[in-house]
């Protein structure tokens, strides 16, 4: 299992940047496809974007591509959002997430997929 902690929101003007961070422990983390969700206040939770467990395949969804990217760092057990040209209808809690994938190397969009889950950090961007 790993312990996941997220790191690096905050408030930011509109067409500014953020990078988010989240930090998993344990050994195991190159085992993991990560995600990352977000969810404003009287909406539902969503994907925003996903990296597989080697990092070499990425997705996000269509409302931040071009503007966000994922990474990851397996020796740091570490992934990131970087989030560019922010829009105030990003704002949100964003929460980073943890799939299990034993016996493939790719990317998981489903959040009922997911094992484990941070407990999030709020992102404002102010118009």
């Known amino acids: 299992q790993v312990q996941l902690v997220e790191s690096g929101g905050g408030l930011v003007q509109a067409g500014g940047s953020l990078r988010l961070s989240c930090a998993a422990s344990?050994?195991?983390?190159?085992?993991?496809?990560m995600g990352w969700f977000r969810q404003a206040p009287g909406k539902e939770r969503e994907f925003v974007c996903a990296i597989s467990r080697s990092g070499g395949i990425t997705y996000c969804t269509d409302s931040v591509k071009g503007r966000f990217t994922i990474s990851r760092d397996n020796a740091k057990n570490t992934v990131y959002l970087q989030m560019n040209s922010l829009k105030p209808e990003d704002t949100a809690v964003y929460y980073c997430?943890?799939?299990?994938?034993?016996?493939?190397?790719?990317?998981?969009?489903?959040?009922?997929?997911?094992?484990?889950w941070g407990q999030g950090t709020q992102v404002t961007v102010s118009s």
């Open positions: 344990g050994r195991s983390f190159s085992s993991y496809a």
């Open positions: 997430a943890a799939a299990l994938l034993i016996y493939s190397d790719y990317y998981v969009i489903q959040s009922e997929q997911y094992d484990y």
